[in-house]
């Protein structure tokens, strides 16, 4: 079985090349396709599940919330991938992928060298996918960070048994059911 996963941009993708291999069952492959934002990952999605020719792979779509509705949001990938293929999944990062990596704020310590799990102490961190602007919030206190090598950082020390972001978790826990079917 394969999984090939389309997300928005590179900075996922790192992410992805790195906690893949440490959620997915051994005898499953993935292969991801970067876009170039979101209006490129719209326009492929048909064209990709339409013209697709490898039997047995299923889709994961991976899309930033923003300040979208979660639920227009999804219903409107839905829409896109309703071309004839039922075997994708659509998973919606609330708000951008860096609310992820405040989920593991472990995982943000080891990849810059600093504490930062005191911050699992304030209420603005308890709940990361309710952080209004996690990039931003990140470059207040890792002035360092950048999207794509921050995402291969960070993905290295990633676990997904501790991560605290509800999205990250509907996530993992989607892809794992998708690879059971």
């Given at each position: 079985?394969?999984?090939?996963?389309?997300?928005?941009?590179?900075?996922?993708?790192?992410?992805?090349?790195e906690i893949l291999p440490k959620i997915l069952p051994e005898d499953v492959?993935?292969?991801i396709i970067p876009h170039n934002g979101k209006s490129d990952l719209?326009?492929?999605?048909?064209?990709?599940?339409?013209a697709w020719n490898y039997p047995g792979d299923k889709f994961v779509i991976?899309?930033?919330q923003d300040s979208n509705d979660c639920i227009l949001l999804k219903s409107k990938l839905s829409?896109?991938?309703g071309c004839g293929r039922n075997?994708?999944?659509?998973?919606?990062?609330?708000?951008?992928?860096?609310?992820?990596?405040?989920?593991?704020?472990?995982?943000?310590?080891?990849a810059?060298?600093?504490?930062?799990?005191?911050?699992?102490?304030?209420?603005?961190?308890?709940?990361?996918?309710?952080?209004?602007?996690?990039?931003?919030?990140?470059y207040k206190l890792l002035p360092m960070y950048q999207?794509?090598?921050?995402?291969?950082?960070?993905?290295?020390y990633m676990n997904s048994e501790s991560n605290t972001s509800h999205s990250f978790n509907v996530f993992v826990e989607g892809v794992k059911r998708l690879c059971a079917t």
């Open positions: 079985m394969r999984l090939v996963f389309m997300v928005e941009e590179r900075s996922m993708e790192e992410l992805l090349k492959e993935f292969l719209a326009a492929s999605i048909q064209k990709k599940l339409r991976v899309h930033d829409e896109l991938c075997e994708f999944l659509i998973r919606i990062v609330c708000r951008e992928l860096e609310a992820w990596y405040f989920g593991d704020l472990n995982a943000l310590s080891l810059y060298g600093k504490n930062l799990k005191t911050l699992s102490g304030k209420r603005k961190y308890r709940e990361p996918d309710g952080i209004g602007n996690p990039k931003q919030e990140i999207q794509i090598s921050g995402a291969k950082q960070i993905g290295q």
